[in-house]
């Protein structure tokens, strides 16, 4: 896929055009590729749509009462949102933007995760201290794990063989065995964890704990904790620190958290665990999403109701995008 030019860089393809035609030529190829960025807004009961070339919205659809984790299939044919007061999942066709269907998910689903497969789905039911584990295609509950109390942040290896499961009120994360649906191990972390993350390699998981203020990094086969990444923004008090969404770059050099109510995506060296900078972003940040080519980053902000969009190379934040009521999860389509 062509790399796109970044949207603040149009304005000077005309002066370009003249000396270098090629470039105006790998400009339109870009805005062709341009990748389909969909937020689910918790209080509005919808889905925005941005143009990640445009950085504009392109639809608003309702899609269920209170829609908070949203993914995507791998093939980018089907957008998965977790319709939390409907009990369900609803899916939603990227081209008609119709809710084609509504999955069984258990009660109150918040967060999800996809089998890299693309089948099962696995949801965390935070009502009954259980992962579903659902066949997207027969729309059959395959089992039921039980796990602690809470769970929420949902996370899934490379090769699908382990699934995280953060459990907000146990404070721990379960590594659960995929082929048995089995609990493999618990790991304590700090108070209330929201996320779970691996990385591109399988080889660390990072989960961030929102009341602990941290996030811990797990090597998932030996269960160790190698780290605890803690955070300081000067003039911002510690309690409004409150780490939720977490995105790492595919080669595992940076890692991206949202900071919540401190309103600042910090910046992360995932090698040596220092943060390198902290991004002013909206109000509230809660989850993130990289385009495929990682060239922006997307965070949703609940309570200023838009979302922040940060250029990844130069780690600024470019643009905001007005959206509906309290944007929750984000996610951008493959293709």
């Given at each position: 896929?062509?790399r796109?030019?970044?949207?603040?860089l149009?304005?000077?393809s005309?002066?370009?055009?003249?000396?270098?035609p090629g470039?105006v030529?790998a400009?339109a190829?870009g805005e062709?590729s341009?990748?389909s960025?969909?937020v689910s807004?918790?209080?509005g009961?919808?889905?925005?749509v941005?143009?990640?070339?445009?950085l504009?919205?392109?639809s608003t659809v309702?899609?269920?009462?209170?829609?908070r984790g949203?993914?995507?299939?791998?093939?980018g044919?089907?957008v998965?949102?977790?319709?939390?007061?409907d009990?369900a999942?609803?899916?939603l066709?990227?081209v008609?933007?119709?809710v084609l269907?509504?999955l069984?998910?258990?009660p109150?689903p918040?967060?999800?995760v996809?089998?890299?497969?693309?089948?099962p789905l696995?949801?965390?039911?935070?009502d009954?201290?259980?992962?579903?584990?659902?066949d997207?295609e027969?729309?059959r509950v395959?089992?039921q794990?039980p796990v602690?109390?809470e769970p929420?942040?949902?996370?899934?290896?490379?090769?699908?063989?382990?699934?995280?499961?953060?459990?907000?009120t146990?404070?721990?994360v379960?590594l659960?065995d995929?082929a048995?649906y089995?609990?493999m191990?618990?790991?304590?972390v700090d108070?209330?964890?929201r996320?779970?993350?691996?990385?591109?390699d399988?080889k660390?998981?990072?989960?961030?704990?929102?009341?602990?203020g941290t996030?811990?990094v797990?090597?998932?086969?030996?269960?160790a904790?190698l780290k605890k990444?803690?955070?300081?923004?000067p003039?911002?008090?510690?309690?409004a620190?409150q780490?939720v969404g977490?995105?790492?770059?595919?080669d595992g050099?940076?890692?991206?958290?949202?900071?919540?109510p401190?309103n600042r995506?910090a910046?992360v060296n995932?090698?040596?665990y220092?943060v390198?900078k902290y991004?002013l972003?909206?109000?509230?940040?809660?989850?993130?999403a990289?385009?495929p080519?990682?060239?922006?980053l997307?965070?949703?902000?609940g309570n200023s109701?838009?979302?922040?969009v940060?250029?990844?190379?130069?780690?600024k934040?470019?643009?905001s995008?007005?959206?509906?009521?309290?944007?929750?999860?984000v996610?951008?389509?493959?293709?």
């Amino acid at each position: 896929m062509p790399r796109r030019l970044p949207p603040r860089l149009a304005g000077v393809s005309l002066a370009l055009g003249a000396l270098l035609p090629g470039l105006v030529l790998a400009l339109a190829a870009g805005e062709a590729s341009a990748f389909s960025v969909y937020v689910s807004n918790e209080r509005g009961n919808s889905v925005s749509v941005i143009d990640s070339n445009t950085l504009e919205v392109t639809s608003t659809v309702k899609v269920g009462r209170r829609p908070r984790g949203i993914t995507v299939s791998p093939d980018g044919k089907s957008v998965y949102i977790c319709v939390s007061d409907d009990h369900a999942v609803a899916v939603l066709d990227p081209v008609t933007l119709k809710v084609l269907r509504k999955l069984k998910s258990g009660p109150d689903p918040e967060l999800f995760v996809l089998n890299p497969s693309g089948n099962p789905l696995y949801v965390a039911n935070e009502d009954d201290n259980q992962v579903t584990v659902l066949d997207i295609e027969k729309n059959r509950v395959i089992a039921q794990v039980p796990v602690g109390v809470e769970p929420e942040g949902m996370g899934i290896s490379p090769d699908g063989k382990v699934l995280a499961a953060t459990s907000e009120t146990t404070n721990m994360v379960h590594l659960i065995d995929t082929a048995t649906y089995k609990v493999m191990n618990n790991v304590l972390v700090d108070a209330r964890p929201r996320f779970a993350e691996f990385t591109a390699d399988g080889k660390k998981l990072f989960v961030s704990a929102e009341v602990g203020g941290t996030v811990t990094v797990i090597d998932p086969q030996t269960r160790a904790i190698l780290k605890k990444i803690t955070f300081a923004i000067p003039g911002v008090a510690k309690e409004a620190i409150q780490p939720v969404g977490v995105r790492i770059t595919k080669d595992g050099k940076r890692a991206f958290v949202a900071l919540g109510p401190a309103n600042r995506v910090a910046v992360v060296n995932a090698e040596t665990y220092e943060v390198e900078k902290y991004l002013l972003v909206g109000q509230r940040v809660w989850q993130l999403a990289f385009t495929p080519d990682e060239a922006l980053l997307f965070t949703t902000n609940g309570n200023s109701n838009d979302v922040s969009v940060i250029d990844v190379p130069s780690l600024k934040v470019v643009k905001s995008i007005k959206v509906g009521g309290a944007p929750w999860g984000v996610v951008v389509a493959p293709q």
